[in-house]
């Protein structure tokens, strides 16, 4: 097995919300089954080389942030069209979904972004805040997670979750995220890769399979992420679920 | 009307007040009467504010304390609230029946979120903004937000008193018409190169390239400059700089601290170059602020059994404060246990997010002299997982899904001296049985 390059993108400015427990989780999973790691810390005024990496992940960040990464990032478009249309893993959460959409609307104001997918982001006057639990069309047990927003997005084609309770895309939305080949991209924070172990496991196993199929994976260990998961969902959620 | 209802409120307040009881209310009831009663208020001579995630009430009693020593009549607002019908309170107890001011200046504390609330009714002469860092994020959103709002109360009247060593707070300077002053630490012994965690402002507010820092002291504190020269660490008149043993010397003066917590050193900067810039001389500050380091709070200490230890507040999702206490505990060299634990995320809400735990640098903890780490309440699953990505090792973590044994637990399953750092629920019910049993 040759080494997995993990980029975070955006590491130092899209970092709200705890969200680089994400990275630590997934690297330490890989390393677990004896893969070797190399992180890759990407910002502004650095080249991005999506062919280096094997996996992206960009996490949530202020309205004003998003803005200097939108015109950082507009300028490698179709590499990463082509890259998600290639079956790159990208994992995306928090309001950084929204780069891969069409436009942001802010008022009169339409910033321009991606474009990879169909739908739009509309920024709100008010912040959307609560749980988010969210059924997995994958996975046998909901998400857990976070939403703490100021936008919304609207006429997402693939969506990845359905919503049990929680926001979702917007508010009364039936469903959340975005899943398109090896593209999964939610609003929830949580860290979600953190509490949801199943989630973890689902995405090493996937990203190791399209790298070497042949490689054979150990057992997880993920005690402490289960346990959490499982008493959480048994104090809090148990006449929801 | 006015006369009435600051008749209204002065009696409940002198009620409340006879009954041992909190203080905004009179502030609430006249806020009802008369949404304007502040406006019609006497202003007294100097009014200064004081805002930030962390230390505010330390400054204002700080500041509070160098007007008494300069003889001066002054009010502040530490027993009540920091909110709009605190300010109000604030007012009515410091005024006569016709709304005549007793005071000459007035030191007030003023919660990030109401600044602009509290501004619509009057404008300090002074406003020292100290930090401002990820807290309570499931009611701020994010720190953008709450700077916007600051930045749109400020007028060009008002003489703003900032930390230079924080880019953010620096910001506030770049379109401000009126007066600034700064307070700042020079390069010392704490000074890294590396920062701890995460930066909350990494780029220049006006060419948006990667601010350079030359040096941190702490967090996102420290020497910094935008590679084009658009924004810089401003120049401070009155620097503080860091001495060996717990003295630190601005304007030619030592100041004495029980502590060398760097935020300490900053508390007392900003009340020295706010009371300088508004005349005070500058022995009778640095006395009122020796004589400050006798009376400081000790630390809550406690014995439970054979257990003896610290009581600490955790301040859940505010990671500035968080990482203070942790920096402390870590620094104790003495073995330990850690107890960690909250019923609640917030009090506010009952919204559970915990995003904020992996914004806490709990790495800290990862030192030899931790023996053993105890998670409580019906978050400790969750705090076990935390540390488990700070490298903890597994097998000195234990959890309690509940926190009814607290007390047992503190009294039985501790080893060494015992560092509790509990939210308010679990902090007051601990306290309330050190209480009892120091009486019984």
Known sequence: MRTIHIAHLYYDILNLYGEHGNVKALKQELENQGIKVLLHLVTLDDELDIDKYDFIYIGAGTEANQEMVIEHILKYKKIIKEAINKNKFFFITGNSIELFGKYILNNDQKINTLGIFNFYTKREEFRMIDEGIMKCSFLPKPIIGFQNQNSVIKDNEFPMFEVIKGIGSYPNSETEGVKYNNFYGTYLIGPVLVRNPDLLKYIVQELVKTIDSKFKLKKFDLKENEEAYDNFVNTFYQNII | MKIITIFICKLIQFILKKTGHGTSLPGSIALKLDKNILKKMERPQTIICITGTTGKTSTCSTITEIYKEAGIKVGNNLKGSNLKPGVVSLFLENATMTGKTKVQTMVIEVDERYVKEVFKDFIPDYFVINNLSRDQLARNGHFDIVWNDIHNAITSDIHLILNADDPLIAKFALDHKG???????????????????????????????????????????????????????????????????????????????????????????????????????????????????????????????????????????????????????????????????????????????????????????????????????????????????ANIDKKIVTTYTSSDNVIDIIKKQTKGKVYCMFYFDIFNYVKAAINKGAKA
Request: charged letters at 25%; glycine letters at 6%; hydrophobic letters at 35%.
């Open chain 2, 179 to 389: 007066s600034v002053s700064y307070f700042g630490m020079a390069k010392n012994k704490l000074s890294t190169k590396n920062h701890m965690g995460y930066l909350d402002l990494g780029y220049c507010p006006k060419c948006h390239k990667k601010l350079i820092f030359d040096y941190y002291h702490y967090g996102n504190l420290g020497y910094y400059h935008c590679p084009n020269n658009d924004f810089k660490r401003p120049s401070v008149k009155y620097e503080s700089v860091l001495n060996n043993n717990y003295t630190f010397t601005i304007d030619n003066q030592k100041i004495k601290m029980n502590n060398e917590a760097i935020y300490n050193v900053y508390n007392l900067s900003a009340s020295y170059v706010v009371a300088r810039e508004n005349g005070i001389d500058k022995t009778v500050i640095s006395k009122a602020l020796n004589n400050l380091s006798l009376q400081m709070k000790r630390l809550d200490t406690f014995k439970l059994g054979k257990a003896e230890g610290v009581l600490l507040l955790s301040k859940n999702e505010t990671p500035m404060s968080y990482n203070q206490s942790l920096d402390f505990i870590s620094k104790q060299k003495e073995d330990k246990t850690v107890i960690l634990g909250f019923n609640r995320v917030s009090g506010r809400y009952n919204l559970k997010d915990l995003s904020w735990l992996y914004d806490i640098n709990f790495e800290l903890l990862n030192d030899a002299s931790v023996k053993k780490i105890l998670c409580v309440g019906p978050f400790a699953k969750d705090l076990a997982l935390r540390l488990k990505y």
